[in-house]
Every structure is written in C-alpha cells, then in structure tokens.
C-alpha cells in the first residue's frame, strides 16, 4: 500500500537586527550540531519506516532509503519508478518530519537495527540500502544486522564517524554568517536560502556566474521545502552522529558499498571522504565536481548512478 509522504516546512520568523541574526544562527547551528545529549524516547521499531512503492510483503528486491537531517523522504522520489513487481521502495523517517511526532532523537545504532529487522521479517532475495548524509552511517549499521539476502550500499554525501560533525559545526558558522552578509538581513528564511546555495554548489561557486544563477534558481524552486534548523530538530537528527564511530564489524563482509559525493562538499569536505572510503572498504567513490553537499538536488543523475551501480 501506497503511504503518501509531504515534505515538512517550518514558518519564517524574521527578527532582530541583521547582525544579531547572523550571530544567533550561526552560533545557534554550532551548538546544535555539537549537542551530544537528547532524552530517548521507546517506539516500535518499524513506525518510522514507510512504504513508498511496491508491495515489500511480495518483493525479492527491497530497496530502502534514509533521508538527512532536515530532509524529508521525498528526496527519493526520483527512484520510485524503480518499483515493479519484483521490486519495492520503503524510507525510514526521521523524527519531527514526514508525519512523525517529534518524541525524541534518532540514534544511528537503533535506527540501523530497526530498518535490518524489518528487512529481515520479510525476508527478500536482495537489499539496496541508500542514505543520505546522516542517512549513510544509519544503512552502514543496518548492513551489520541484515541476515540472508545480499546487501548493497549507496552513500550520498555520506556524514562521517565523530568528531566530522563537530568540525562541520565550525565551517557552517562561517557559511550562515556569509549567507546573512549576502541576504542583507532580509530574515531568517532569506538567510537560510542563501546557505543553502552554498549547500547545492560550494563556497567558490558564487564568482562563477552560470553556477550562481544556478543555484538561486534551484533555491528559489525549493523554498516552500525548505525546513529551517530549530534546536529540537538538529539535536534529534544530529546528535546521535556527535558520538557515532564506526563499526568495528568490517562493512565490507556484509555489503557491497559505493559511495557518491561533491567535489565541493562543506558539510563533509571530499578529503575526508576518500579516508572514510578506505575505512569502510568501499568498492569505489563516484565523485560530481562542483558539486557540494545536496548532491541529489544539484545532480539529480546520481539517482541513475546509483541504478546503474545496483545492476537494476
């Protein structure tokens, strides 16, 4: 059964002087981003997973996806024309977003346990995992505990292990402040837009005028989804990731796994991709030059990539 997902967006409440905004977002983000400390809250392990296309009851391919935070699953909607008889697409929602209440954090380690069991009840001939950002260590814990079928491992702009967050924090402080410089204080939504162009293409895009007529345009589409940071939203999509180190199970002896990335990327620069690819043992990294860390926005081919990579 088709389960029909929206995308979650967050009011704009402009205030306070230019500056002060730029400070309280910036500084704000950092804070979030390094949160490491968020009440848990039980749930039954499958209610944030939901069929998007197929009949995963019936299907020997499952494909599952993992959205970022701040992401709604409808990222993936590019892929669901891969469903046919044979194959179904579920997601895995994270919390505050796409229907779920906000009742707690998402912690990488259950969230992959959860997604591996129901894989596992159903029992399919070949699984594809796919996640985005924070998404990719969540499907590098679920490889770990999904028995029987073969596995297969798509990361896009792939977070990495602790402390890549805490660094991150620091360089998304000084791109929030420059996107307030360019927004001219026009509030915090014009703000958060113009960081998000730095998000499709990278720092060094804006002195490149096709590429920065590019991304306002696609900012300018987007922006009815755009869901702005609040502290409960970043500290349940991130925190978990603030302690998140990798798996000493190699992931290699459970999947094979490929990982696609900006060249630009500042939310995971590309350097310390290639060790973490290293690490994880991974087939290869498909690398987009100019492209930053919304990969699937800025270069939507990647979902054809991945098809292609998955033999589907």
């Not at 500056?19 to 968020?38: N, P, Q, Y």
Request: glycine letters at 10%.
């Amino acid at each position: 059964m088709m389960v029909p997902v929206g995308v979650t967006a967050l009011p704009l409440k402009p205030y306070g002087h230019p500056s002060a905004r730029a400070a309280l977002l910036a500084v704000g983000w950092c804070l979030c981003l390094m949160s490491c400390t968020v009440p848990a809250t039980d749930r039954p392990l499958t209610e944030p997973i939901v069929v998007r296309a197929g009949d995963p009851a019936t299907a020997d391919r499952l494909v599952v996806v993992v959205p970022g935070a701040l992401t709604s699953v409808g990222m993936f909607d590019p892929i669901l024309g891969w469903a046919d008889r044979d194959t179904a697409v579920v997601a895995y929602r994270l919390p505050g977003m796409d229907g779920l209440p906000l009742d707690g954090p998402v912690e990488i380690a259950e969230a992959g346990r959860g997604i591996a069991a129901f894989v596992n009840e159903l029992g399919p001939k070949s699984a594809y995992l796919i996640g985005f950002s924070v998404g990719g260590p969540v499907v590098i814990e679920a490889a770990k505990s999904i028995r029987g079928p073969s596995v297969r491992l798509a990361l896009i702009s792939s977070a990495r292990p602790a402390p890549a967050l805490q660094l991150s924090a620091a360089g998304a402080a000084f791109d929030i402040a420059s996107a307030a410089i360019r927004a001219k204080g026009l509030g915090k939504g014009a703000v958060w837009k113009e960081y998000y162009r730095t998000l499709l293409f990278g720092r060094g895009h804006f002195r490149l005028a096709p590429q920065a007529g590019k991304s306002t345009r696609i900012a300018e589409e987007n922006a009815g989804r755009i869901v702005l940071p609040t502290v409960g939203l970043t500290r349940a999509h991130g925190a978990s990731l603030a302690r998140w180190t990798l798996p000493r199970h190699s992931v290699a002896a459970v999947a094979g796994t490929t990982m696609f990335h900006g060249a630009e990327d500042t939310v995971f620069p590309l350097r310390g991709i290639r060790r973490f690819a290293t690490r994880v043992q991974a087939n290869r990294v498909l690398v987009y030059p100019g492209i930053g860390h919304l990969l699937f926005l800025a270069a939507p081919q990647v979902f054809q990539d991945i098809k292609r990579e998955f033999g589907l």
